[in-house]
């Protein structure tokens, strides 16, 4: 319920001001009551959601247990999040409306790096070659003496 969610709230939107999108659907190579009909549904799951909470015990249990995670550990982290992930916006979302993660992702010993054009898998070679650098110089100053030295 909470991806259908954020369908609504992120994938939609987006998509629709794709012209990639409207181009395929002049030239007949989108299947309209095929992506109305899912469109219909996540809906439907969302409001569902909203209005029964349904599975919201269990999705609270383990968005309470990381964000209980995240506040027990006391070493460096590094987050690193598509922009272009469903997932990602999930649990930025989480993040920001739920009290049990206020302040964590603040944290001075997280870095947190937003690749805006990447999706879940990083499967471009952009992507992946920002995420191999951003990880290497995270480690690079894991590593590096704290005096300077």
Known sequence: QSLARVR????YGDRLMQ???WSKLLRGQTNLAASVAELARNWR???AARAAKLG?????????LMAAAFRAFDGEMLLILSGC???AQEFLDCASSDPQWTGLLQRPRLTRVDLPDADHTFSQPAARIAVEEATRAWVGRLAAPADGA
């Not at 609504?8 to 994938?11: D, K, N």
């Not at 919201?56 to 249990?61: V, W």
């Open 8 to 11: 609504l709230r992120h994938y």
């Open 19 to 21: 012209p990639n999108f």
């Open 45 to 47: 799951l969302a409001r």
């Open 56 to 64: 919201a015990d269990e999705a609270q249990s383990f968005r309470h």
């Open 85 to 87: 992930d469903a997932t």
